[in-house]
């Protein structure tokens, strides 16, 4: 067990509602990671933090916004949501951000 | 552009019959190449990190090795349990700290 946990784990909601996903770790990672997972598509980065108030782009940024204002935390943001984010989104933590990977349980996220 | 293609796209084996699993990929500058395990509504669970050609990790029934170009997961001797999916990533020397994903294996052993 990494000691990461994800909030919701399930969420059903609508088009154009804003959706806030969380993600906790208790490991003190310096890095942290959201991804999205598809069928036919694998893992693609959303976004990544390199430390608290630090963040970047990953490959499938649009329509997403991330904010880490504690080592411990760091939420991943849809405005306005749409049919096309119906996904499963995962977090990963990273001590240095060039090892593993370690990734939480998953939030699964259906959009209407 | 980082890629990574898995093949197959789907496995099934009897209990006990060994096979290899596929792991090519092209990158600009091979910092690692990691190797996860999935099982249904679960996140990936590390398996393996390799770095450089010629380099071989073993756990239990698996053994991952790398060459310039590609990596395998070997199975031995596989049980039921093993069954999941197998995803492999790599990491480059250059750019941010993005994993790039296959989009993996799905391992089904067969009692």
């Known amino acids: 067990d990494a000691g990461i946990t994800q909030s919701p784990r399930h969420k059903v909601t609508e088009t154009g509602t804003p959706v806030t996903l969380r993600c906790h770790q208790t490991?003190?990672?310096?890095?942290m990671y959201w991804y999205r997972q598809d069928p036919g598509h694998g893992l693609r980065l959303i976004h990544y933090?390199?430390?608290?108030?630090?963040?970047d782009k990953g490959e499938v940024s649009d329509g997403y916004s991330v904010s880490r204002s504690k080592t411990e935390d760091f939420l991943l943001t849809l405005e306005s949501a749409t049919s096309s984010q119906t996904s499963v989104y995962f977090c990963?933590?990273?001590?240095?951000?060039?090892?593993?990977?370690?990734f939480g349980p998953g939030t699964r996220l259906t959009v209407l | 552009e980082d890629q990574v293609t898995q093949s197959p796209e789907a496995l099934r084996l009897q209990e006990g019959e060994s096979s290899s699993l596929n792991c090519s990929y092209t990158?600009?500058?091979?910092?690692?190449l990691f190797w996860y395990r999935q099982d249904p509504g679960k996140g990936p669970e590390f398996l393996f990190t390799?770095?450089?050609a010629g380099e071989e990790k073993e756990k239990e029934r698996l053994k991952a090795t790398l060459t310039k170009k590609e990596s395998f997961l070997h199975i031995t001797a596989p049980k039921p349990e093993d069954s999941a999916t197998y995803l492999c990533?790599?990491?480059?020397?250059?750019?941010?700290?993005?994993?790039?994903f296959g989009t993996g294996t799905r391992l089904t052993i067969i009692p």
């Open positions: 990963a933590i990273d001590g240095t951000g060039y090892n593993e990977q370690f």
């Open positions: 490991e003190n990672h310096r890095y």
């Open positions: 933090s390199y430390g608290v108030k630090d963040t």
């Open positions: 990158v600009s500058g091979l910092r690692g």
């Open positions: 390799l770095y450089s």
């Open positions: 990533a790599v990491q480059a020397y250059f750019g941010n700290e993005k994993l790039t």
